[in-house]
């Protein structure tokens, strides 16, 4: 009988981490959501102001834009705070994630509003941005519920469902959900946001070590189906 590949946390390389979403983790902000993949947490708030970015003004649509930060105790050597001018990397993710909520958004249904996601890092074990899409949407549903329930919104203008998950290649393998210490060492690291309909939104990937084929994108691509499917379960019951 063949030996079934374990990964350094026991899990089989399909698996996803055990994952934990508690809505309402906090009372100031229409939607807050606490997010548990693994050793990564990820406070997630959905607040909203009833205004748009200038190039939205008197258009009668609205915008969905997200923030992204890691906490100074979130990794194991204390990562200093932003101070000024924000750095690439953190630019990138919050752009990622306001892409990720505005593609299951009707903008002309949300009227000349902006929901902010704000995402803050409090705990790093691999997959942060990834953990942060799929924690903020949950949040982002929450805030738009309570426009509704306040009248503020005459049509719910959600779309669909999205979440996202980290692939990557690590010793010859195509893993999904990759924690840090698999992270630190994937030969291609991979980012993949999907929507409930399995549609891509976006894909991120990189060869670390070395490149990879169209066969070896063929099965990141798959895991990562396998994977979002899950998380989208772990939404649903979450929105219940």
């Not at 607040?47 to 915008?63: A, I, T």
């Not at 994630?97 to 002309?108: K, N, Y």
């Amino acid at each position: 009988m063949p030996r079934v590949f374990r990964r350094v946390d026991g899990r089989r390389s399909n698996e996803i981490r055990p994952v934990k979403i508690t809505r309402h983790y906090t009372r100031n902000t229409p939607g807050s959501v606490l997010i548990e993949v693994g050793g990564t947490r990820v406070i997630c708030t959905a607040s909203v102001e009833k205004r748009v970015p200038p190039f939205l003004q008197n258009s009668g649509r609205g915008w969905v834009t997200g923030e992204y930060g890691m906490l100074p105790g979130s990794t194991e050597r204390r990562k200093p705070r932003s101070r000024g001018k924000t750095d690439g990397r953190t630019v990138e993710i919050q752009r990622l994630i306001g892409r990720s909520m505005r593609v299951v958004v009707d903008s002309a249904k949300l009227g000349e509003r902006t929901i902010w996601i704000d995402c803050d890092v409090i705990q790093a074990d691999g997959g942060t941005r990834t953990a942060a899409i799929t924690g903020g949407y949950v949040a982002m549903v929450d805030a738009i519920r309570w426009l509704l329930d306040n009248e503020m919104l005459d049509t719910n203008p959600l779309t669909g469902l999205v979440a996202a998950v980290s692939v990557g290649i690590v010793d010859g393998r195509a893993m999904v959900d990759l924690c840090y210490a698999e992270d630190v060492g994937a030969e291609v690291d991979m980012n993949v946001v999907m929507t409930g309909k399995g549609d891509f939104v976006e894909i991120q990937g990189t060869a670390e070590h070395k490149a990879f084929s169209a066969k070896d994108l063929t099965k990141l691509l798959s895991v990562a189906g396998s994977g979002i499917r899950r998380f989208i379960q772990a939404q649903k019951r979450a929105m219940c």
